[in-house]
């Protein structure tokens, strides 16, 4: 069976998008690869979290993959800093990556705002840790939304350069796994930007700790633009956020675009609203009900995780120990 890492940040609020884009294919692909799923909280402390919030949120993190359809009998699941090999193999890769390479990294830009200097060295180093998880295990494959996309490119070159340095083939090129619907989710308030766990306005996403009357407010105040919805996808390329929500749809009632659109093309943004509000209720409010009821328990969570830090420990020891003797550290027994 091939190998699958995947990660999300515990750095707020899990999301709809993160649910379209990542966890639910993550549930799916449980049946076909062995699965290593992570709560990322090292990624986390590139900005600044409040340390109680950061448990809390760790441990909403990994209900929410739960509640997703994440079995963690199935699949490892654990949190990040709980395994050292994460940050041990990020240090090597800080000496293999380029700084060339990393100043080209867009979410860094994004990130780091107009103040660079202010931001932090995890924030510039983050591709490189990313690159350590999914590589200490040796993982080929990583299921991720449209936005991972150049940090994934970014592991391969760090694989390759390492394979090449060092003369040994010790790690495998990683494939991207992206589903089609659901790969890019904009934000409600504005159809040019993703939605993110980091957007200030609320109402820019669903949060999967949305209630029904949230998610209702929420999609009915989405911006639309004052036409009835086309026909065609190709009518859709200059109408951003007509685009997203019947994207949402499409994703949601795990659909095409296409049928979507034969289903609510030529009508008013209201009708199809209504509608949509009444898919995404249906579609999220079973996760919302099983992530609370998981955080009534956070010990039960806490074994979880911490089971699945072992598993994935002596996963990754392995691999530890090929890097240590290709780089040539002089270890304790040698
Ligand atoms: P993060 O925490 O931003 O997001 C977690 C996952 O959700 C996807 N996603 C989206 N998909 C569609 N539309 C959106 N608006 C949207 N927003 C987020 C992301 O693509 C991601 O799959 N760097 C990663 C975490 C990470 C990781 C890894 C991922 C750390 N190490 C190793 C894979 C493998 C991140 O910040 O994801």
């Keep these: 069976k091939n190998r699958i890492f995947s990660g999300a940040q515990p750095s707020g609020s899990m999301h709809l998008g993160n649910y379209l884009g990542a ?7 449980q049946d076909d690869y062995e699965c290593i799923y992570c709560v990322v909280d090292l990624h986390a402390i590139t900005v600044w979290q409040d340390p109680q919030e ?9 209900a929410a993959y739960i509640a997703s359809g994440v079995d963690p009998k199935r699949s490892v699941l654990f949190n990040q800093s709980q395994v050292a090999a994460h940050g041990e193999l990020a240090w090597v890769f800080n000496c293999v990556a380029r700084i060339g390479w990393l100043n080209r990294m ?9 103040n660079r200097e202010k931001a932090s060295a995890g924030l510039f180093v983050y591709p490189n840790l990313m690159a350590a998880d999914i590589l200490a295990y040796k993982a080929s494959h990583v299921p991720v939304g449209e936005d991972q996309k150049q940090h994934l490119e970014l592991t391969r070159d760090i694989a390759m350069k390492f394979n090449n340095d060092y ?23 504005d159809g040019s930007k993703k939605m993110s766990k980091s957007d200030p306005s609320d109402a820019s996403r669903l949060n999967l700790t949305d209630d029904a009357d949230s998610i209702a407010r929420k999609i009915r105040k989405a911006k639309t633009d004052p036409h009835p919805l086309p026909d065609s996808v190709a009518d859709l390329a ?14 949601l009632s795990d659909q095409s675009l296409e049928k979507t659109l034969a289903e609510f093309g030529g009508t008013d943004f209201a009708p199809f609203k209504k509608a949509l509000v009444d898919l995404a209720v249906a579609k999220l409010s079973p996760i919302t ?3 609370s009821r998981l955080m009534n328990d956070p010990a039960e969570i806490d074994a979880i995780l911490s ?3 072992d598993r994935a420990a002596a996963l990754a020891l392995p691999v530890m120990e090929e890097v240590r003797e290709t780089v040539g550290f002089l270890g304790r027994r040698a």
């Design 167 to 189: 003369g040994r083939e010790v790690f495998p090129l990683v494939e991207p796994v992206i589903q089609k619907e659901g790969a890019r989710i904009m934000s409600l308030r």
């Design 307 to 309: 089971e699945g830090a």
């Design 289 to 291: 009900q099983e992530m």
């Design 23 to 29: 966890f639910r294919n993550w549930a799916k692909l």
């Design 238 to 251: 200059e109408r951003p956020e007509a685009n997203n929500l019947l994207g949402i749809y499409a994703a």
């Design 106 to 114: 867009t979410q860094f830009k994004d990130k780091a705002g107009k």
């Design 54 to 62: 950061l448990i809390r949120q760790t441990r909403e993190a990994a």
